[in-house]
T-cell receptor
Framework: DAGVIQSPRHEVTEMGQEVTLRCKPISGHDYLFWYRQTMMRGLELLIYFNNNVPIDDSGMPEDRFSAKMPNASFSTLKIQPSEPRDSAVYFC??????????????FGQGTRLTVV | KQEVTQIPAALSVPEGENLVLNCSFTDSAIYNLQWFRQDPGKGLTSLLLIQSSQREQTSGRLNASLDKSSGRSTLYIAASQPGDSATYLCAVNGEETSGSRLTFGEGTQLTVNP
């Protein structure tokens, strides 16, 4: 398997524009996570899905952020409208099963978002 | 709320030295702990996963220990090499939710000088 695949790798957009980040998890993994990494706050969980269903979205900063997982092999994180403070690296991760069964998380290469 | 702290924030050592990175967490109710490596501008690479019932895990020159009751983990790197230079992140998977979520430390930025 090629691992978790994210696109695009880099995105530069103007404030107010809509941004869509994409993720393809490892095949067979039931859990998918979206994290955000900034210098100020480190790595933070935004939302995660189990079997395509959102389980915990308490980390989503505000209503401008939304995430979907229409099927087991694809997820999107959308920011509309984008703001300069959204600039960060966004990581997608997947794991085969829940943590209580001892599984580890695998991360994608990330999308570096710059909002100007 | 789980908090993860990593000490030191940065470390610079000469090649060949053995070193220890520290990680502490406030809530000992965890399923597992994972150590990651992050190279500049890159994603996270999983190094070692320790289950809550385990005391340590080894992979090559890396050895990670876990003392769940005291909320501590260490990552030991033997015979360090310049290629080990990266940021090392510790993350715990807590029992506070029914599913899975990692809480990360701030990381230790390691530089191994030739």
């Amino acid at each position: 398997d090629a691992g978790v695949i994210q696109s695009p790798r880099h995105e530069v957009t103007e404030m107010g524009q809509e941004v869509t980040l994409r993720c393809k998890p490892i095949s067979g993994h039931d859990y998918l996570f979206w994290y955000r990494q900034t210098m100020m706050r480190g790595l933070e969980l935004l939302i995660y899905f189990n079997n395509n269903v959102p389980i915990d979205d308490s980390g989503m900063p505000e209503d401008r952020f939304s995430a979907k997982m229409p099927n087991a092999s694809f997820s999107t994180l959308k920011i509309q409208p984008s703001e300069p403070r959204d600039s960060a690296v966004y990581f997608c991760a997947s794991s085969p099963d829940r943590a209580s069964l001892g599984t580890e998380a695998f991360f994608g290469q990330g999308t570096r978002l710059t909002v100007v | 709320k789980q908090e993860v702290t990593q000490i030191p924030a940065a470390l610079s050592v000469p090649e060949g030295e053995n070193l220890v990175l520290n990680c502490s967490f406030t809530d000992s109710a965890i399923y597992n702990l994972q150590w990651f490596r992050q190279d500049p501008g890159k994603g996270l690479t999983s190094l070692l996963l320790i289950q809550s019932s385990q005391r340590e895990q080894t992979s090559g020159r890396l050895n990670a220990s876990l003392d769940k009751s005291s909320g501590r983990s260490t990552l030991y790197i033997a015979a360090s090499q310049p290629g080990d230079s990266a940021t090392y992140l510790c993350a715990v998977n807590g029992e506070e939710t029914s599913g899975s979520r990692l809480t990360f430390g701030e990381g230790t930025q390691l530089t191994v000088n030739p």
